[in-house]
């Protein structure tokens, strides 16, 4: 068992920056990848960023150049860096996490959300 917990959201003007923290517990050794998602109301959750135990990384497109995701392995936590934020980043941001146990059998996990409010 993982358990996840966000922090760092917020409301942010356009232009604006803010940095997400999620800090893992529990089976942490466990962790293949971590990830963060996010759902605008109305809206399907979509993948924003995800980082590996390598440290390879991937994007949402319309991020790219802007978030940058990355790794604290030693604290546990992964981080999402939101620089240029947009109105249409606004959204319920989770934190993600994914097992895959001796088995092969995949275990994902999440967070409880985080709000980011972004002003135009």
């Known amino acids: 068992q993982v358990q996840l917990v966000e922090s760092g959201g917020g409301l942010v003007q356009a232009g604006g920056s803010l940095r997400l923290s999620c800090s893992a517990s529990?089976?942490?050794?466990?962790?293949?990848?971590m990830a963060w998602y996010r759902q605008a109301p109305g809206k399907q959750r979509e993948l924003v960023a995800r980082?590996?135990?390598?440290?390879?990384?991937n994007y949402l497109d319309s991020v790219k150049g802007r978030f940058t995701i990355s790794r604290d392995n030693a604290k546990n936590t992964v981080y999402l860096h939101m620089n240029s934020l947009k109105p249409e980043d606004a959204a319920l941001y989770y934190c993600?996490?994914?097992?895959?146990?001796?088995?092969?059998?995949?275990?994902?996990?999440w967070g409880q959300g985080t709000q980011v409010t972004v002003s135009s």
């Open positions: 993600n996490a994914v097992t895959i146990d001796f088995r092969a059998r995949i275990y994902d996990y």
């Open positions: 529990g089976s942490t050794s466990s962790i293949n990848y």
């Open positions: 980082i590996n135990n390598g440290g390879s990384t």
